[in-house]
Structure formats: C-alpha cells, structure tokens
C-alpha cells in the first residue's frame, strides 16, 4: 500500500470538516475543534500516559466523550494479577470545558483539581512531568523523550465524511518516579521503565472495535518500541504501524491479530503483511474494563506480559525480540 505522509503544516480538517488522511512523526497537523462539522456529544478528547516496567503497570487518564469526563489513575502487578489501587473522577457533561490541549509536543498544562481529585500533567521542553494525588494515593512521574519520531495518524470513517481519529502516540520515554498508597511506596527505575502517550482528538461511529499493542524495552542493548493496531476507522492513505530503534522509525503496512476469544491468556500473535513483523505475546494478566450506563456498552481485554519474536527493519536487518513486556487489546464500544 502506498501510504500519504505528512510533512508540510495544515489543518487536521477542510472547510467542510473533513480530514486530511495520512501520517506523520512528529506533530505537522493544527487540531481545531471549532473546525468540527459534528454534535458536540459526539466529540471526544483524551490524554492517556502508561508507564511500566517488567511488573508494574501505571496508567494515567484526563479525558471526556462530551457528555461525561474522566480524570482517573491505575496501578497494578500484571506479574501477579494484582490490583494495587484505582481512583476515578467522573465530570457529568463537560462538553469541551476540561481545557484538552491541541497538540502533544508542545509546551503545556493539563490541570484538574476537584473534588479531592488533582491531577496534572506538564509538558516544557520535551519533558513530561504527571502528578496525582487523591485520598491516600501520591505519584509523581517523570518522562524524558528518547526519539525523535513518534507517531501520527489522521484517519477518516467509511459512515461519514466527517468522522475523523486524529491521533498521536509517543513511544519510548523513560520513566522515573513513585506511586504512594498509604504506607506503601512503588518506585519506576529509567532503566527499566518506560512510558507512552496515546492522545486523541475526534469524532467517530457509535459501534466501533479496535486492535492496539504499543511497547517499549531493549533488543541488543538499545531502545526499542513499537506501535501496533488494525480494525479502527479506513487506514487505506496511513496506518499507525511502526517500529522504533536506535533513534530511526520503521514504517509498515497493515497488520492482524490472532487470539483465542475463547481463551484470552492464550498467547497473541501479531504479523504485518508483508513478512516483516511477527510477535507473539505471552499473557500473564487480563486487564478487563467494562462499562455500560445509559446508552454506552464498551469492553477491553488488555493483556500483558512478555513479547517474544522478530521485526525486520527498513535496511533488511532482522531483530530477535524478547523480554519486552507490554500488553496487547481488543476494545469493542458502543459510545
């Protein structure tokens, strides 16, 4: 497939609110929400941050579907299938007010503060810094950016022209910092620890479904990531495959997922269509959300455990991966 690639600045959407398919890696794109041909209630904004290790698995969350927000954060032992802790802010009918940034590189301040819930995530010079404090719980994170690329997609729906995932996800930042529950304290090394940004902007069906593996960790002693996903919005101009080593970006085509929907903690598989990809992951924990209020119904098994298997870079040159622990999903939502 021959994919568009973004590399001039412009809007996400036209004049007559539609996108601008393809993708980039770095931020080239101007997000305007004014520019949305669509209900407010249709519109959806979020910032997720995922820091973890070879255990322990920290994930952030400001967001909003228009008609409810989300401030949240959650710890837990994928090793050992422990939930450590879980604080959730629900905001009734936001609508656009919860002062979602327009671009993830540049320098910022995502704020929240009610209620007994704080959470804030800073972004100066490259550098992201994520704090919570809630009841008993106190974090403090520390990400420092470690390639030069990351990826971008802006993707439209076969329902409607004016349907858009506009999307940018940052792979590979190291990771250092605390999670304080109570009298216990939870430490992330930058040696061994790493985190991702999934950020996103858009409007898109009511039913949808989607594949998705990010990860990071260390093939030969440098720095390797991936992101992996399928099924979600036309990819035909841009897909959101790619792999990350020693500062470069690998771009690949389309992708499938194999799993057992029957057996969730049989291993899952991941191949690219053009032999230069294969990973099999090795469940250890099936993260299971699930939520249905009102009209809404969505469900998705995030697995995590151990990746094992191999990628072929753009020179021809093969990597053996494992031990690079990280998770594998199916989400299936009706929002």
Known sequence: MEQIMHTQPGPVLDEKGRPFPGYSTKSVLTYNRNQIKAPAYRIKEWDFYQISNEELCLQFTIGHTSYVGQVSVMLFNFATGEKILYKEKLIPLPFGKMGMGTNAETDSVLKYDKGGMYMEFITKNG???????????????????TMPHSLV???????????????HKINCMTAEGYVK??????????????????????????????????????????????????????????????IFYKGECHKLGHVTFEMDRENWMAPWTIRDDAGRLELTLYPTYDRTTTAKILWID???HQMFGEFKGWVILDDGTKLDVERVYSFAELAVNNW
Not at 130 to 144: A, D, G, S, Y
Not at 191 to 198: F, H, Q
Not at 229 to 238: D, E, I, V
């Open 127 to 145: 550098v992201r810094t994520l704090r919570c404090k809630c009841e008993e719980v106190e974090t403090e994170i520390v990400l420092h950016t």
């Open 153 to 167: 997609i802006n993707i439209p729906f076969d329902e409607k022209e004016t349907q858009f995932y506009y999307n």
């Open 181 to 242: 529950n109570g009298d216990k304290e939870y430490k992330f090394d930058p040696a061994d620890s790493y985190g991702i940004l999934d950020w996103g902007r858009g409007v898109w069906p009511f039913s949808n479904e989607w594949y998705w593996s990010n990860g990071a960790g260390k093939v030969n002693g440098e720095i390797f990531g991936f992101n992996l996903g399928c099924g979600f919005g036309n990819p035909s101009k841009a897909t959101e495959n790619i």
């Open 298 to 300: 969505n469900c998705t």
